[in-house]
C-alpha cells in the first residue's frame, strides 16, 4: 500500500562520499517525520538522522558535521548527504516514513535497506 524504495548505496574509500535516496510511493496522504537508519553487522539499528515535515533536522552525534538529511516534499523524497566516510560508516542503510495513508490511517513504513561499504 506504501513503499519506500531506497538507492544510492555502495562500496566507496574512506574520506569519500555518497548520497543516499528514499522514494516514498503508493495511497500517501501526507508524510510527517522522515528518517535514516543503520545497522552494521552485530549491532542493533540505530538512528542516524531525521528531519520534519518543517525541515527541522536532527543527526547522531557520530555523523554530525559529516551528514545532512533533506527532503524533497513535492517528489515525497528524502535523501542523506554522507561525506567524509569511515570505515565504521559501513552498515545497511534504511530509511523510513511517518505516513498517513489516503484512508487517514497513520503507519510508519520502513525501506529494504541499500548497502553502504566503506573500504580502502
Known amino acids: 500500500q506504501v513503499q519506500l524504495v531506497e538507492s544510492g548505496g555502495g562500496l566507496v574509500q574512506p574520506g569519500g562520499s555518497l548520497r543516499l535516496s528514499c522514494a516514498a510511493s503508493g495511497s500517501i496522504f501526507s508524510i510527517n517525520a522522515m528518517d535514516w537508519y543503520r545497522q552494521a553487522p552485530g549491532k542493533e539499528r540505530e538512528l542516524v538522522a531525521t528531519i520534519t515535515s518543517g525541515g527541522s533536522t536532527k543527526c547522531a552525534d557520530s555523523v554530525k558535521g559529516r551528514f545532512t538529511i533533506s527532503r524533497d516534499n513535492a517528489k515525497n523524497t528524502v535523501y542523506l548527504q554522507m561525506n567524509s566516510l569511515k570505515p565504521e560508516d559501513t552498515a545497511v542503510y534504511f530509511c523510513?516514513?511517518?505516513?498517513?495513508?489516503?484512508?487517514?490511517?497513520?503507519?510508519?513504513?520502513w525501506g529494504q535497506g541499500t548497502q553502504v561499504t566503506v573500504s580502502s
Open positions: 523510513n516514513a511517518d505516513v498517513t495513508t489516503t484512508t487517514l490511517l497513520k503507519r510508519v513504513y
